[in-house]
């Protein structure tokens, strides 16, 4: 399997090694310790991808070998699509900008990403300058696609997000989320299951998107009646739908790809 063991990564990077325990014979880390989790999460990307990436204290960290898996599986898709170099569009890349900066890095393509929160933006920014890569960072201003100026006329092959996801009762209160703080504004997407915010990506990124386009979302697998509702919603739109499992540890994530023949 694809990953960087413990033992490995404090070769790479001595901070790690306040933060590692033996059990047994095995070398540990405690994930659930936010400190230790970002410094770990940093030098898997440094050291499987070359990438130096910040994240914000207060926001959730994306596990980045899981984030490679998506963009693969959706690029395969695109190629088979016969889509070589694709106008690409990322909603809320959040503050590493993990996504958008990995396609860039690893795929021919230009990339556009949105992201609302003010400080979420200027890590997004900074991240993509210390990696030297062209990505348009664009306030949304809590739209989701129409009505952003930025990319008014433009049109996509591919509009990718790990959305938010959260049912309209979800609470950040300095409580853990997801094995990590949250910051309020990740803590939406509305609706019974959270599937409303998904909803407008697909309802208004139809109209982004160009023939053999793909709008492909991320989705753990509960609750089974999110993804089913946002597959309803894709056929809905008229999109043929392509779905993937991708495992990192013992989570299971599924890739819901919409394509516009
Ligand atoms: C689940 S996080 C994903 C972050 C990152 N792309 C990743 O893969 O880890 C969703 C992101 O959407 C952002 N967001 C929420 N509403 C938004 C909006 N209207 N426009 C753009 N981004 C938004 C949140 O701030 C958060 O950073």
């Not at 997004?124 to 739209?143: F, V």
């Not at 989705?219 to 392509?242: A, C, Q, S, T």
């Amino acid at each position: 399997m694809f990953g960087l063991k413990i033992e490995d990564a404090i070769k790479y990077n001595e901070n790690l090694k306040k933060y590692v325990y033996k059990k047994g014979d095995k070398l540990r880390i405690n994930f659930k310790d936010k400190e230790a989790l970002m410094e770990y999460n940093k030098t898997v990307l440094k050291v499987l991808f070359g990438l130096d990436i910040e994240f914000h204290k207060n926001g959730l960290i994306p596990t980045p070998i899981n984030r490679y898996l998506f963009i693969k599986s959706t690029f395969e898709t695109l190629k088979k699509l016969g889509i070589e170099k694709p106008n690409v569009l990322e909603i809320g890349t959040g503050h590493s900008a993990i996504i958008s900066i990995l396609i860039k890095k690893f795929y021919d393509a230009e990339v556009y990403a949105t992201e609302v929160d003010e400080e979420f933006i200027d890590f997004a920014k900074r991240n993509i300058e210390k990696n030297k890569l062209d990505i348009k960072i664009i306030n949304s201003k809590g739209k989701v696609i129409e009505g952003i100026k930025e990319i008014r006329d433009k049109k996509f092959d591919l509009i990718i997000s790990y959305p938010p996801f959260y049912s309209k009762n979800s609470v950040a209160s300095g409580r853990k989320f997801g094995g990590a703080l949250a910051k309020e504004v990740e803590l939406i997407g509305g609706g019974k299951f959270g599937e409303e915010f998904s909803f407008k990506i697909i309802e208004e990124g139809i109209n982004f998107l160009n023939k053999k386009g793909v709008i492909a979302l991320m989705m753990p697998k509960k609750p089974e009646e999110r993804r089913k509702l946002i597959i309803e919603k894709m056929k809905d739109v008229g999109l043929d739908i392509e779905v993937d499992e991708i495992k990192t540890g013992n989570r299971l994530r599924y890739i819901i790809k919409g394509i516009k023949m």
